[in-house]
């Protein structure tokens, strides 16, 4: 979810009376969704079973036991290698086995043990099975055994592609239809095919009508996840987004519970789709989402439900939807970007997580993650009737333990690593159920070794219950951990591929791990110049590396916007110089190449030809940055007539750089690296540490609340922007304080350097003084139009604050990369602080993974 649009949460409540009631009326049909998809465990188990008798009994051998009926033997059954010998009225005796029966040729006297010779024949009379336990099952409904028996196997692999393509098929509809009317007929399909499936004729029917129940329930599952977050605001939506797979498990609860009560598998499919009829009754008075009625630009829909919402939730100040449609028209994840308006419209699939390296390599994590996850879960879910002991105790516990993780860890830990679905509420950004259906995006790359090991907790927990004796019992007493289950091999009784799966598992995570420890997270906090510039820079030098971008303001609103741009450095005095000119020197090459490419109008930067003029000869005639600007010089005689008051001047070519464009350019650069961008605001660096393995401070003058840095102090600057197309030379007075900078969209006029003020309102007597200051070096200035005023705050210091810290409480530390305090010369360094800042982030990365594997040793 975009969070430029928790305006709406902030107005009316992240999770008040109106969001609780549609949550869980939302995520109580979870619960079908659940029934449905482990129905199966009981619903097509396969009982004992032999083949039919060729006439009466009158006498049943097994081994040393004998019975006149064959449910006498299932209890003395113990494996599909056993026979039982049937003597008939007539006299025959026959050896029965599962899916073969043999007829003695020479019948003497009921024998168990016979060498004789035998005819054998098929089950053409049907199978006798034990209906001890169930009564009925779809197995023994149309005799799915022996060479039919790849029928029932192929009962829930047929359910599964049903998830598959209706989480495709109902997550399209969604976005394209909205999620309200996909809810309705979800919920309804669930409960027409779900009664359906109880009343087929034969397998195939069957089959059929479960795969459009599967599809209907992974559908109403995909986009009730969507639809209950798009109600949630940020502070609540880990925990709600968690908890719908609470509801989930709940089913699982449900079907083990029926199973128990109901063995006939018709009864008990009825019993399963009804149990949740009360939704099916009441879920069309469900809303839909604002923002998906905003997306379609329904905006008198949208603000009826908001208003719904604030009476609900007891605000009496709504929020306008013309405030969120402001906000989003200046969202730092889709607006930014400089798209036009054929952009916005375009046309997103599947393809767009695969569109760089970055998005690629996440998209396969992503994949492989909830692949093994799934796997794992629906292996111990659906073989819970193999695992020994009480089977419905078995699935019982899987699901309450299943609600336990969640409830009392999962949705810590998720928000620890950083689980979030990818979510996005606007219309350029792929859709939102076409995400949810590929899998989740956790919020920036996923944490492999804790998703690992929560894998390998939930199913120690899940099997713990009723197998730990068994091992112990086998000589393995070990506890449920895969490496040393791994050894359990001559284990075959309790669950036979478990060792090798483990074994496999294992590997996979060994593998994921490695891809882990390749990708560590960092978060840059501040998104002017210096911030954009820095996650860039580590992007480039650590491509594997997951980078957001987290800042309360993005462009048009920071800083950077304000400042002029010119390539001119300041001297900070705590700075050595010979470091000062690298950072130049950096910059300088970084832009001169974008200025001779084809994205040099895009980013806003040309190179400009001008003066830097003194009324005194400055100390210092050749600046330390002479050598790395073009052509430069002292300025003729002829050139100094201009300015009659001054009697110094140098002439040189630099850059410039009109600074919201460059801004845009530099996000549209991070949004092709795969760089998330989050409009948020960090109170405290510590409340990242869950996030985020490595925070990196650009937040400028925010640094003096957010860091305490008593050093840092603001400098107010005001500057006027003018059209005046026929300025083409920069004219800077030597102190800085005048200066006239012609960009390509327009001409910057200032100045001022008000030392700790942090006034951000314009002053209109500053504004007619820097206008006049302006005018006597360029009197044409005085016809120029089109005049705005902007103010910002510089951040400043003594020296640029660029460098590691590390961050320690209650003994977790967080690593943290300094790069702010550029004052005036932010523009003119951006570039080579940011490449300095991210070689300290590889300092910190190689830090953390020292002493993770000091810690494995």
Not at 362 to 377: A, D, E, K, M
Not at 525 to 533: R, Y
Not at 658 to 665: A, K, R, T
Not at 824 to 851: D, M, N, P, Q, W
């Amino acid at each position: 979810m975009a969070l430029s649009s928790e305006r709406l949460f902030d107005s009316l409540g992240h999770f008040g009376r109106f969001q609780a009631c549609v949550y869980f009326a939302s995520v109580f049909q979870a619960m079908s969704c659940g029934i449905h998809y482990l129905a199966s465990v009981f619903m097509a188990v396969t009982p004992n079973f032999v083949c039919g008798f060729p006439g009466n009994v009158s006498n049943i051998l097994f081994h040393n036991s004998s019975a006149s009926s064959i449910q006498d033997i299932w209890t003395l059954w113990t494996s599909t290698e056993n026979y039982v010998v049937v003597q008939l009225e007539n006299g025959e005796i026959w050896e029965i086995n599962q899916c073969s029966r043999s007829k003695r040729e020479v019948s003497l006297d009921l024998a168990y043990e016979y060498k004789g010779n035998k005819s054998v024949f098929s089950c053409s009379d049907g199978f006798l099975y034990d209906d001890t336990k169930w009564k009925s099952t779809v197995v023994t409904q149309w005799d799915l055994v022996c060479d039919r028996e790849w029928l029932a196997k192929l009962i829930q692999p047929t359910f599964m592609l049903g998830v598959l393509i209706g989480a495709v098929i109902f997550g399209d509809i969604a976005d394209r239809l909205g999620r309200q009317r996909v809810i309705w007929f979800t919920s309804a399909g669930q409960f027409v095919f779900g009664i359906a499936v109880a009343f087929t004729f034969d397998y195939y029917s069957f089959v059929t009508v479960r795969f459009l129940l599967a599809m209907v329930s992974s559908g109403y599952l995909v986009v009730a996840f969507v639809y209950v977050t798009e109600f949630v605001g940020i502070k609540a939506r880990t925990w709600a987004s968690m908890h719908v797979h609470a509801f989930f498990a709940m089913g699982i609860m449900i079907v083990a519970l029926v199973g128990f009560l109901v063995r006939t598998w018709w009864v008990y499919q009825i019993f399963l789709s009804i149990a949740t009829v009360p939704f099916v009754l009441c879920c069309w008075m469900l809303p839909e989402t604002p923002f998906w009625l905003l997306s379609e630009e329904r905006y008198e829909d949208a603000q009826k439900v908001i208003n719904t919402m604030a009476r609900w939730n007891k605000v009496n100040t709504p929020c306008k939807v013309s405030e969120l449609c402001s906000v989003q028209q200046d969202d730092p994840v889709s607006g930014r970007m400089g798209e036009n308006d054929m952009s916005s419209t375009k046309k997103h699939n599947i393809l767009d997580l695969f569109c760089n390296w970055q998005i690629a390599r996440r998209t396969i994590t992503v994949w492989l993650i909830w692949f093994t996850g799934s796997l794992g879960y629906y292996v111990f879910s659906l073989s819970s009737v193999s695992l020994g002991g009480n089977e419905y105790l078995n699935l019982f516990l899987i699901g309450l333990q299943y609600i336990n993780y969640f409830s009392k860890y999962g949705w810590k830990i998720f928000n620890r690593c950083g689980i979030w679905p990818y979510i996005s509420l606007h219309s350029r950004t792929v859709p939102n159920n076409c995400k949810i259906t590929c899998c989740w995006k956790w919020k920036h790359d996923v944490p492999c070794r804790k998703c690992g090991c929560s894998f390998l907790c939930i199913s120690e927990k899940c099997l713990d219950f009723h197998a730990t004796w068994q091992l112990k019992k086998k000589g393995c007493a070990c506890p449920w951990t895969a490496g040393r289950l791994a050894g359990c091999a001559e284990n075959h009784t309790l669950f036979p591929q478990l060792p090798v799966l483990s074994e496999k598992v294992r590997f996979f995570f060994l593998c994921l791990c490695i891809l882990e420890m390749a990708a560590p997270k960092v978060a840059v906090v501040g998104a002017g110049v210096i911030g954009l510039s820095t996650a860039l820079c580590i992007v480039e030098a650590c491509p594997s590396c997951s980078v957001t971008v987290l800042s309360d303001q993005f462009s048009p609103n920071t800083t950077s916007d304000v400042a002029a741009g010119m390539l001119i450095p300041h001297t900070y005095p705590g700075t050595p110089i010979h470091v000062q000119k690298q950072w130049f020197k950096e910059t300088f090459t970084y832009l001169f190449a974008i200025s001779n490419s084809a994205e040099a109008s895009e980013a806003g930067i040309h190179l400009v030809s001008g003066w830097q003029i003194f009324k005194s000869t400055p100390k210092e005639e050749l600046p330390f940055w002479s050598d790395a600007v073009l052509d430069f010089r002292p300025m003729s005689e002829a050139e100094l007539q201009k300015f009659p008051q001054y009697r110094f001047g140098q002439a040189f070519t630099t850059l410039k750089c009109d600074c919201p464009p460059y801004l845009l350019w530099l996000e549209k650069r991070l949004k092709a690296a795969g760089v998330q961008t989050y409009n948020r605001k960090v109170s405290d660096l510590w409340e990242l540490h869950s996030e985020y393995d490595i925070v990196v401070n650009c937040t400028g003058i925010g640094a003096h609340q957010l860091v305490g840095d008593k050093k840092l102090f603001p400098v107010r600057g005001q500057v006027l922007k003018v059209y005046a197309p026929w300025v083409k030379n920069f004219i800077r007075d030597g102190d800085g304080l005048t200066y006239i900078y012609p960009g390509i969209q327009g001409v910057t006029l200032g100045g001022t350097r008000e030392k700790e003020s942090w006034s951000l309102s314009p002053n209109p007597g500053t504004t007619k003084d820097i206008f006049d200051r302006c005018c006597s070096l360029e009197p044409s200035l005085r016809e120029a139009q089109d005049i705005k005023v902007k103010v910002g705050l510089r951040p400043s210091r003594q020296s640029v604050r660029l460098q590691r810290e590390v961050l320690s409480q209650g003994g977790v530390k967080l690593p943290v990369v300094h790069n702010y305090g550029h004052g005036a010369g932010g523009f003119s360094v951006h570039r080579g602080t940011a490449k300095e800042a991210a070689r300290l982030v590889g300092e910190c990365i190689a830090a953390l993974r020292g002493s993770s594997s000091g810690a494995k040793l």
